[in-house]
């Protein structure tokens, strides 16, 4: 009997070294600022026209008054090609030469899903198509992309779909599911255009990221320290990230010492989440997860995780505030970051 509560005291003190053990090295430590941060910005044509802004209007905006030189493009499928065959990439082409024009970096997100509800953005004509006709049909999609702009100097790297391991969104059923699909899309993207590193994004937060990492050669993460966890679509609660900057900075060296890739920020949260769409909700009610201080504390918590680079997710937010409500408070703190 004494044989066995020994047993089980070694057991739970073991158990009770590695838990504070774990805890110590992902959560508490002193990390040093990075030097040379690079910010940037995402940007998606269809979630600016959703916020009733004129798009050109907008970008010309961060590109000019922002003086922004770092952008995440965030182009649709279903946007590009919504009759089969039939692709418009007149606004795309206006955005490169834009940037050309300015010596703009951009990474280009291309694939099924690319960001911005509903996430996945597939065309009415493939929705009913079989697994592997979707499949094929995406796929042609992003040859016709990646040879149409490979030659361009500003895309620096290519980003292939958009957190594919976070289930999050509406995406056809087979998504989640088909692990094949995505080393398909990266190996025809490295076939077509072998200059250039790929991105694997995943979430910063839910993840570990070697799933980004064993693919990619460069891994995406996520930085949401506010949001709104959904139980049933009309039902939910506001979550606050207990994680601290230190936990970011370990993961990322752990990525770089097994896989020796670099982890980047592609999503800085900079506008509010809440229980829907934004634009329907009152302007008090979304500044409970976004307005000028707490911008301030993720641009302070984001410097201390020790990444070197930084894209805000949300600058048609500050626009429309600086348009439409008059207020640019936001903005204007982002112009001295860039």
């Known amino acids: ?118 996430e996945c953005h597939v065309p009415n004509w493939v929705v009913n198509l079989s697994k592997n006709e979707q499949k094929k049909q995406a796929l042609e999609y992003i040859e016709k992309v990646v040879n149409r702009y490979k030659n361009s100097k500003v895309i620096i790297n290519w980003q292939v779909e958009n957190e594919p391991f976070f289930k ?18 990266i190996s025809l993207v490295r076939f077509l255009d072998p200059s250039r590193k790929i991105i694997v994004s995943d979430s910063g937060e839910q993840s570990t990221w070697f799933s980004a990492a064993k693919i990619g050669d460069i891994v995406g993460i996520t930085m949401y320290r506010r949001v709104w966890a959904h139980i049933t679509d009309n039902v939910g609660f506001k979550v606050y990230s207990f994680l601290s900057p230190i936990t970011y900075k370990r993961k990322a060296e ?46 302070e918590f984001a410097k201390l995780t020790g990444l070197h680079t930084f894209y805000f997710w949300g600058v048609e937010w500050w626009y429309w505030l600086k348009r439409e409500h008059n207020r640019s408070e936001i903005w204007d703190e982002a112009k001295r970051i860039f």
Request: hydrophobic share 45%; with cysteine.
């Open 1 to 118: 009997m004494k044989k066995r509560i020994k047993i089980i005291l070694i057991i739970i003190l073991v158990i009770l070294f590695f838990a504070v053990s774990f805890y110590i090295y992902f959560f508490i430590g002193l990390t040093r600022v990075s030097e040379n941060i690079v910010w940037g910005v995402d940007f998606s044509q269809m979630h600016t026209e959703a916020l009733g802004l004129d798009w050109k209007e907008t970008y010309t905006a961060i590109l000019d008054d922002l003086n922004v030189k770092n952008i995440k493009l965030h182009t649709q499928w279903d946007w590009v090609e919504g009759v089969k065959d039939d692709y418009f990439f007149n606004d795309i082409d206006w955005q490169i030469k834009e940037a050309e024009k300015r010596d703009v970096k951009i990474i280009y997100v291309l694939g099924v899903k690319t960001g911005r509800w509903p």
């Open 168 to 185: 999050f969104g509406k995406c056809p059923n087979w998504y989640y599911e088909d692990k094949n699909f995505l080393e398909e899309e």
């Open 254 to 299: 752990i990525i770089k010492k097994i896989f020796d890739k670099d982890v980047i920020c592609i999503e800085l949260q900079a506008e509010p989440w809440v229980s829907k769409p934004y634009i329907g909700i009152p302007l008090e009610e979304q500044e409970e997860s976004m307005n000028l201080e707490i911008f301030k504390e993720n641009v």
